[in-house]
Nanobody, 122 residues
């Protein structure tokens, strides 16, 4: 089992940047593929980005491709999401998630964090 804690959210103006972190504890971090998801008010949770167990493979939602970068540091048990050129439509609660078997744009991750709020003002 793994516990996930997100941090780094906040209020930023459009065009600005934020870096989210997801700290993991429990079972060996490198055992898990990791992902970022987000949920805006009144909308369903959606996939943002995923990184494979070693960090060698990444994939992104079309809406964030070229603006967001996912990465992980297995030595620090931490995953990151660098968000640049933020837009008001990026406003959401951002969640990190971990899965033992599958990486990528699916919703069936095994473990989820509590989320961190990102608000982008216009």
């Amino acid at each position: 089992q793994v516990q996930l804690v997100e941090s780094g959210g906040g209020l930023v103006q459009a065009g600005g940047s934020l870096r989210l972190s997801c700290a993991a504890s429990g079972r060996t971090f490198s055992s898990y593929a990791m992902g970022w998801f987000r949920q805006a008010p009144g909308k369903e949770r959606e996939f943002v980005a995923s990184v494979s167990w070693s960090g060698g493979r990444t994939t992104y939602a079309d809406s964030v491709k070229g603006r967001f970068t996912i990465s992980r540091d297995n030595a620090k048990n931490t995953m990151y999401l660098q968000m640049n050129s933020l837009k008001p439509e990026d406003t959401a609660v951002y969640y990190c998630a971990a899965d033992l078997r599958h990486w990528g744009a699916h919703m069936d991750y095994d473990y989820w964090g509590q989320g961190t709020q990102v608000t982008v003002s216009s």
